[in-house]
């Protein structure tokens, strides 16, 4: 396929903010291809070369494109800066810059093949002289393509490209374009999804194979599992009728999710609750999980917290992150903050997918294939029948250093589901009887000039959560309180590379922020309550036409989300049952159900 083709479809995908339209394009532009060439144009079309747990990173800096694009237009690279400043794109500036050219002669066009190749030995620079081989490579690609491609090119390299295609689009598209589209169809490969977290070797498989033969992608050590994840509830007798009045309660721990992939021989592999690799955090946990594990290969998750070796006592989490990011100093870090990863399910045991198995048999087979150490541990947990037995445990819970209790269906149904929120995991935490339920995680889509200490930098910021089914971002707050100075000076810079000049189509408020953020970074935030506000868009008309939902009183808690993509935050559903349980709450009657 020639690049100008894809460049055209992402030309027409930006012009629409209708899912059902964006799902037509992409499944007429995939259709006609096959192996390699379509696994490319699916990552490429997410901004990616690979799938996103390989954590592939260009490494390409503002200033280093702005080269290439002088270089290919032969315009001063003075002049395509201060373009590019006034456009807000860099990649509108080389659409611009390199229309007068004459168009490159047919014979040098370029293919999907040439920029993928392209593409990835950008990436792959590395060292001293990278920078020059970057920019040689992208002025190479940047000669060759028109005007449109070369605005796509300079967009993905800079991670901006904005078609906006999220999975959920290309699993419809998938549907559409290579079986019948029905809901059975599209279910099928969403389900291969999350157990391989990998849309090109979904859609080759599905290209080979049909939808039937998508059953043939299994497990595998090393590439992660799209976590299964609770719903919740706003007490613990709710929490027991939701399970058939049993259920076992285990510690929430409160640190990072983390999926362990223990290989038969070899290092194992660490993901966190996004699958980004974060094998390089957690030397320890690496050298200790073979040990811990009798049976390999294995896949187990767990909560890596931080403890205190010498009493054995879980520390507050926030010493935990303080590790994110870290490379250089691991030894101190290991030394100063221990780690503990508690484990909670297995889902591979020797040869063995054990993922369809009903949670109890799982957890027998954890306690039989664990061995544990001082580093990785089971987690607590106990059957319980009533709400006494419940509440005891939680206390217990609390008291041990947990946040809370995260409930688990024994019933049958209580295999493990990737991808999937469900009633078979419940989550409480201590602070639900007071107040609002949970803190919410926020996706920054805007920020709020600042006044007097906060002048120059942004006061407040627009939050909002997200929609899967519309695959929207509503707004639910515009937070300002719970930052100190330190996170006031470091969030702007953790949202530089999301600015956008204009309201992203995803997004739906009615306020105007200073500057709009493309949905990237999310963050938390506790509040008193819900209420019904006809400004913010969250869950819009799911009380009353026009109206949705919004936090009051909202605060920062303090803690920046990494582990979460945008599509990862809080969901206006979420937001919709938060809102139930707190009227509940208030109206024991029952009146108050909306
Ligand atoms: P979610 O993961 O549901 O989107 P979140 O990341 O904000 O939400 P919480 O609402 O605090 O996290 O609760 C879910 C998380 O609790 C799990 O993803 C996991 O990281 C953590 N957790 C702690 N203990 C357990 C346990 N025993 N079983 C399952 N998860 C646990």
């Not at 699993?171 to 019948?180: E, K, R, S």
């Not at 993901?271 to 955090?281: D, H, I, K, P, W």
């Not at 602070?431 to 949970?438: F, P």
Request: glycine share 10%; net charge neutral.
């Amino acid at each position: 396929m020639r690049f100008a083709e894809l460049a055209d479809a992402y030309g027409r995908l930006e012009a629409t903010s209708k899912r059902l339209e964006m799902r037509q394009i992409l499944a007429d532009l995939i259709r006609p291809l096959r192996g390699e060439e379509l696994a490319h144009v699916l990552y490429l079309s997410q901004g990616q070369l690979l799938p996103e747990y390989e954590g592939v990173e260009l490494g390409v800096a503002g200033s280093l494109a702005v080269r290439a694009v002088a270089q290919a237009s032969g315009v001063a690279e003075a002049t395509v800066a201060t373009h590019a400043k006034r456009a807000g794109d860099l990649g509108t500036t080389a659409e611009e810059l390199l229309g007068p050219r004459s168009a490159p002669a047919a014979s040098a066009a370029l293919s999907v093949r040439d920029v993928y190749d392209g593409l990835r030995e950008i990436a792959a620079a590395k060292g001293e002289a990278s920078q020059a081989e970057k920019i040689r490579v992208l002025t190479g690609l940047l000669e060759r393509a028109g005007p449109q491609e070369a605005k796509f090119l300079v967009r993905f390299v800079l991670g901006t490209l904005r078609v906006g295609v999220r999975e959920m689009t290309i699993l419809d598209a998938l549907a559409t374009a290579f079986a019948d589209g029905s809901k059975d169809a599209r279910s099928k490969i969403e389900a291969a999804f999350n157990v391989s977290s990998d849309l090109g070797l979904v859609a080759r498989t599905l290209v080979d194979h049909g939808v039937e033969g998508l059953a043939r992608i299994g497990l595998e050590v090393g590439r992660p599992i799209r976590p299964m994840l609770a719903e919740r509830e706003p007490s613990l007798e709710a929490v027991l009728k939701r399970m058939g009045g049993e259920a076992a309660l285990e510690y929430k721990y409160d640190g990072l999710r983390i999926q362990a992939h223990v290989p038969a021989h070899g290092a194992p592999e660490l993901f966190s609750r996004r699958l980004e690799n974060m094998s390089a955090q957690f030397p320890e946990l690496i050298a200790d999980l073979p040990k811990a594990l009798a049976v390999k290969p294995a896949i187990v998750e767990g909560e890596c917290v931080p403890i205190d070796l010498d009493t054995d006592e879980i520390q507050p989490f926030q010493e935990v992150s303080r590790r994110r990011g870290r490379k250089h100093d691991l030894d101190k870090a290991q030394a100063e903050i221990p780690v503990a990863l508690f484990l909670f399910d297995v889902l591979l045991a020797g040869h063995e997918d054990v993922s369809a198995e009903d949670f109890p048999a799982r957890r027998r087979r954890l306690e039989q294939i664990l061995r544990p150490t001082e580093r990785v541990r089971l987690a607590q947990q106990r059957i319980v029948r009533t709400v006494d037995e419940a509440t005891a445990f939680l206390e217990e819970a609390v008291s041990g250093g947990a946040e809370g209790v995260m409930a688990k269906s024994l019933g049958p149904g209580s295999r493990y589901r990737a991808g999937a929120r469900g009633y078979w995991w419940i989550k409480y935490k201590r602070d639900y009887t007071t107040g609002l339920t949970d803190s919410i995680d926020g996706v920054v889509v805007g920020g709020f000039a600042g006044r007097g200490r906060r002048a120059g930098r942004f006061g407040a910021y627009l939050l909002a959560v997200y929609d899967p089914k519309r695959d929207k971002f509503e707004s639910f707050c515009k937070v300002g309180s719970g930052f100190d100075d330190e996170q006031l000076r470091e969030m702007p810079r953790r949202l530089k590379p999301f600015e956008v000049d204009a309201a992203p189509p995803s997004v739906e408020t009615g306020l105007t922020p200073d500057q709009w953020f493309r949905p990237g970074l999310v963050i938390e935030v506790r509040g008193a309550e819900l209420t019904l506000s006809p400004i913010h868009r969250a869950a819009a008309g799911a009380i009353r036409p026009g109206v949705g939902f919004a936090l009051r009183f909202p605060r920062f808690t303090g803690r920046i989300r990494d582990d979460k993509g945008a599509t990862d935050a809080t969901t206006s559903k979420e937001l919709l049952e938060m809102y139930r349980g707190q009227v509940r709450r208030e109206a024991p009657e029952g009146e108050g159900e909306a």
